[in-house]
């Protein structure tokens, strides 16, 4: 149990002159001491006594070099009219060189304690030529302002300093009717407020104010290293930044007047209470701490602030809790830097990745795997640039868009949009490389840039200055995919592009789009389509798949990979320069017809392809007299026309105009029925060369 020693000091700070009194002496403070006039010491040393008294001192004013509280010690210093200033020169106190550091010191937080109820406990120098620190080393300080001490000065019960620092220390600002401050000058780009392996404690019903008051000049940061403060009282900072260095923050009342330079570095902030700060950032400074921060916000609580950032590599953010998230502008500009957003309830202006490799942004999922349900709202774009998107639920994650989204422009990134998250009203998105296997509705107009002019593109960054740059897209048998642009004014429409490895395995017609945005492919000879699903397509305002076209870009060159039943209408060959090449695994390919821009449709086919495993319903005219046509063209994989009956074969079934076409070399048994066919007149013209 500390030993309680009370120091009193009564007066006038006005009674101020030039000194010439060397500070020689140290007063042991053991027991009750009075002394009257302005004193001069060396050190103050509270010692205490065996009977635990509490010793006060009376002076008009004390001048001291440093303060020491001994082991076990609870030393009480109470001054309603004047001050302590620590840091004198212990020559003289009229000499103008002054130590770097005014230090009030004990023999550890949990052993030396002072309460200091001083009008003003001040580093000697503090505010002009060296701008003296007053330190607080091995001690825990309790700070109360419980009288309005000199009158009505708002100045009153002040701990002042160049810079105020606390190492190995505690602070606790106790309850009290008035405001406790603590001022700093902060020349030369100094921190206002340090804790170093501290703590700092603000009760209920206690106020502290940090940073600009009345004359003084403030500086800007409060420097948290190590170290831990909980607020359970109301602490202003007067537009001062706070920064968190691997520390913990606690807001149990009020957290006010921080300012957009705040940041972390490793912290912690939990948010128990409404807080609202101007900003954040995040950062990672060497190697001493890890970079990854995190903002937790309780159930019921609302946490506001203004700009996000993201600013050096290796940066990781988290924002969690069952709370409400209200943020500006999201600025990821750092390499390997990772944000989370797992907070139940989110609105945001808008989220940039920008020229950041391996940045990414995650919603409902956290970086050991966990799930979590999200309600977000984005006022403005989410662009991803190099960065990768990943979306999850635990069982619901609804995410509201109201900018252009998901802008990727590299393949080195894999977005993740999962199972039960829901993305809607977005102006227009383009995913690069991922896995999609939640429901994703667009419905702005057009975006043109870098050779596109979609409302929403899978696969690829650019199809003009980049078309060798193309991404992986997994579509999921969850997924659901709706592209609705306005129709234009004008009459004219964008499309839903795709440019790279697809692979759909979406459930019957959870793709659409409405005429306002056809289905567009291209390609350059690494555009891959691959159907393992049935008909998940009804595109271009067509109710199914059937009925859906399919267009191939001008000059493109497209495989379809076919490994379930499906039932296109038509595939359009944007000129005589696309070609479409069909390959069928497993399954049945059902198509309407072919056509082209240039009336000549160039379509290579497998040599796989058996019978009865690829149809065609409406080309019976142009089928029926394939040899005498000279508008479609089936070849095989060198280019080269296939030629009937050697490595190309067509049927007409019955009578019903649906034909068979297939290249792999029918069994004998089928041969003898095609002969057979012939003498009926029932199979189609062979081509010679």
């Avoid at 004047?82 to 000499?95: K, L």
């Avoid at 940061?221 to 520390?247: E, P, Q, R, W």
């Avoid at 792999?664 to 002969?675: D, Y």
Wanted: aromatic fraction near 8%.
């Amino acid at each position: 149990m500390f030993k309680k020693i009370l120091l009193t000091s009564i007066t006038s700070l006005f009674a101020l002159s030039a000194w010439s009194a060397t500070l020689t002496e140290n007063l042991i403070v053991e027991a009750d001491k009075t002394i009257t006039g302005t004193k001069y010491y060396n050190t103050i040393n509270f010692v205490g006594s065996e009977e635990d008294k509490t010793p006060i001192l009376n002076c008009q004013q004390v001048e001291v070099n440093s303060i020491i509280v001994g082991a076990g010690v609870d030393a009480d210093i109470t001054n309603y009219t004047q001050g302590f200033y620590v840091g004198c020169n212990p020559a003289n106190s009229g000499d103008t060189t002054y130590l770097t550091d005014a230090i009030i010191s004990g023999a550890g937080m949990d052993s030396s304690s002072l309460t200091s109820r001083v009008w003003v406990l001040t580093a000697k120098n503090w505010n002009q030529g060296t701008h003296q620190a007053l330190a607080f080393n091995d001690i825990t300080v309790n700070f109360i302002h419980d009288k309005v001490y000199n009158g009505s000065d708002p100045k009153n019960n002040v701990m002042r300093g160049g810079t105020v620092n606390f190492t190995n220390a505690r602070l606790n600002v106790l309850e009290a009717d008035n405001i406790s401050r603590i001022v700093t000058s902060g020349k030369d780009g100094k921190r206002g407020v340090n804790f170093t392996n501290s703590e700092l404690n603000v009760n209920t019903g206690a106020t502290l104010h940090v940073g600009k008051e009345g004359t003084f000049v403030g500086t800007s940061s409060i420097y948290f290293d190590n170290s831990t403060a909980t607020i359970d009282g109301t602490f202003h900072t007067s537009g001062f930044a706070i920064y968190l260095s691997n520390s913990t923050m606690n807001v149990n009342g009020a957290l006010t007047g921080v300012t957009q330079e705040s940041a972390f570095d490793g912290g912690i902030l939990n948010v128990n209470a409404d807080t609202t700060v101007a900003g954040l950032s995040f950062r990672k400074q060497g190697d001493t701490y890890t970079g990854a921060s995190t903002v937790n916000i309780a159930d019921g609580v609302s946490f506001k602030g203004g700009p996000v950032s993201l600013l050096t590599a290796g940066t990781s953010a988290s924002f969690n809790g069952a709370g409400s998230l209200t943020i500006g502008t999201v600025s990821m500009n750092s390499n390997n830097s990772s944000l989370y957003l797992n907070s139940k309830n989110i609105t945001t202006s808008g989220i940039t990745i920008k020229d950041s490799e391996g940045a990414s942004l995650y919603i409902g999922t956290d970086k050991d795997g966990n799930l979590y349900d999200v309600n977000a709202t984005v006022g403005g774009d989410i662009q991803l640039n190099n960065g990768a998107f990943v979306a999850k639920a635990k069982n619901s994650t609804t995410i509201n868009l109201n900018g252009r989204n998901f802008n990727i422009a590299s393949v080195a990134t894999k977005s993740h949009i999962g199972t039960n998250v829901t993305l809607s009203n977005i102006k227009s998105s383009r995913i690069v490389n991922g896995f999609i296997d939640g429901k994703i509705t667009t419905t702005g107009q057009q975006y043109q840039s870098n050779g596109w002019d979609y409302s929403f593109s899978l696969g690829c960054w650019s199809t003009g200055t980049r078309p060798k740059q193309i991404g992986t897209i997994e579509v999921g048998e969850n997924a659901e995919i709706n592209v609705l642009p306005t129709t234009f004014a004008n009459g004219t429409s964008t499309y839903f592009g795709m440019y790279g490895d697809i692979t759909i395995k979406a459930q019957t017609g959870k793709i659409t789009s409405n005429a306002a945005a056809p289905l567009t492919i291209y390609g350059n000879d690494n555009t891959v389509i691959r159907l393992q699903s049935t008909d998940a397509f009804a595109v271009g305002g067509a109710a199914t798949q059937a009925e859906s076209t399919f267009n191939i870009f001008e000059g493109s060159k497209v495989k379809f990979e076919i490994s379930a039943d499906n039932n296109i209408g038509t595939i359009f060959m944007g000129s005589e320069a696309s070609r479409l090449t069909l390959e069928i695994l497993s399954g049945v390919l059902t198509l309407g017809e072919f056509a082209g821009a240039d009336d000549i449709a160039n379509i290579i086919l497998s040599d796989s392809i058996v019978k009865n495993s690829f149809k065609i319903t409406d080309m019976s005219q142009i089928l029926g007299d394939f040899e005498n046509q000279s508008n479609l063209y089936f070849l095989d994989a060198d280019g080269n026309r296939r030629e009937l009956g050697v490595n190309l074969w067509i049927e007409q079934i019955g009578d019903s105009g649906v034909y068979n076409i297939y290249t792999q070399v029918p069994e004998p048994a089928e041969w003898a029925l095609i002969f057979g066919a012939i003498a009926f007149g029932f199979i189609a013209y062979r081509r010679r060369k």
